[in-house]
């Protein structure tokens, strides 16, 4: 007879890419992963048991009855950290009451002289929404030398930031379990391009020195929050110092090379952490590069690529819109060169210089 399944079910608020992808990571452990469209009206009330897990595929939600439903819920895992990361002003001061290197800051608020910005920052200041803010939308550059000036509507809405002048970006995705315990994955490197991430690459060799560092300080800030699951920190490299740019209490695309390059990647391992259970620390079995499909329509040809995972979102394409990703392996540097040649063929201009700085890395790498 087969045996009944007594794990709880785990409602994601939203079903998004990262929702679906969550629920693909729990049919191996046979967990029922149920993404909630939390955006499109409906009277329906959602079966949800007591026992059941409510987690989020993102910081910020609408109020409609289903996402009251679900973040009410007595096991709506994290369900403070959620507006206090997807607030920058609140997520700023936590890093500055943990005492952990960020980008310079101030709040924009009704009083706040455009020249003291200009005096404590230097000539190129980065305003950044506080809310709502996503892929480098939500930012305004007030810039000396053109006579910027603050709009309106951004005072009481914005924090102000000093530009940082970085050397590269990095990420750590990282799980924290209910006993505490914190395990992390290699630091990946990132390229953005207009605010939005283009392309990964992980781990890296060059990066282990930084390693060590970069995990006191997620796992001083998942400590200070109790918090359970995968968070993703978003780093400048300034030399040998990281920054923090930005924490998402949640799966995150820079950790999406994990699919490829790990055995256990950092959907279940989320999954794992919420429903309590045992995570062996993730191996890494290849080196990967992660390629975001950003407001481009499906090629079959990607699929032709002997080290390729394609993992399409079936979203209606849009400009600027993430409708899917390539998770390539990089099991020698031949099969890497050929399988970017011939992406440089068949991607348009945007991807050129990503390609091309994935190339410039692993040639980097031989020297
Ligand atoms: P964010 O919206 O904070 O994730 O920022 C998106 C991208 O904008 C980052 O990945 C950086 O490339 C760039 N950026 C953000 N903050 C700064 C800053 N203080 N100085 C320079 N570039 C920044």
Not at 107 to 130: F, S
Not at 223 to 240: P, S, W
């Amino acid at each position: 007879m087969p045996q009944s399944n007594t794990k709880p079910t785990v409602w994601v608020l939203g079903n998004g890419q990262l929702g679906a992808m969550l629920t693909h990571a729990g049919a191996p452990l046979a967990i029922d992963v149920r993404a909630v469209d939390i955006m499109t009206p409906t009277d329906e009330v959602l079966p949800i048991a007591p026992e059941d897990i409510i987690t989020a595929e993102r910081e910020q939600w609408p109020e409609s009855n289903l996402s009251l439903q679900l973040s009410r819920h007595p096991h709506f895992v994290n369900g403070p950290v959620f507006a206090r990361l997807a607030d920058r002003y609140s997520q700023k001061s936590l890093l500055d009451k943990l005492q952990i290197p960020t980008a310079p800051w101030t709040l924009v608020d009704d009083h706040t002289p455009l020249a003291e910005l200009y005096h404590r920052y230097g000539p190129r200041v980065l305003m950044k929404r506080r809310t709502g803010g996503y892929d480098g939308k939500g930012q305004h550059w007030l810039k000396q030398a053109q006579e910027s000036v603050i709009p309106s509507d951004w005072r009481n809405h914005a924090i102000a930031e000093q530009a940082i002048n970085f050397d590269e970006e990095v990420s750590l995705v990282g799980v924290r379990t209910h006993t505490g315990e914190c395990l992390f994955y290699p630091l990946t490197l990132n390229l953005h391009q207009d605010g939005i991430l283009m392309a990964s690459i992980s781990p890296l060799t060059r990066l282990a020195p930084l390693q060590a560092q970069a995990e006191a300080m997620l796992s001083t800030i998942m400590q200070d929050l109790n918090y359970v699951g995968v968070m993703a920190m978003e780093c400048f490299r300034v030399g040998d110092t990281l920054l923090v740019n930005e924490l998402a209490p949640r799966v995150h695309n820079s950790g999406h090379w994990t699919q490829a390059g790990t055995h256990m990647d950092q959907f279940q391992l989320h999954l794992r952490a919420l429903c309590g259970i045992a995570i062996p620390a993730p191996q890494v079995n290849f080196q990967c590069v992660m390629v975001n499909l950003i407001g481009i329509e499906h090629d079959p040809r990607w699929l032709s690529l002997p080290n390729a995972e394609l993992y399409w979102y079936n979203k209606e394409v849009r400009p600027g819109r993430k409708v899917g990703h390539l998770n390539l392996s990089v099991p020698n540097q031949t099969v890497l060169h050929d399988s970017i040649s011939a992406l440089q063929a068949w991607l348009p201009s945007q991807y050129q210089a990503p390609l091309a700085w994935i190339l410039a890395e692993f040639t980097r790498q031989q020297y």
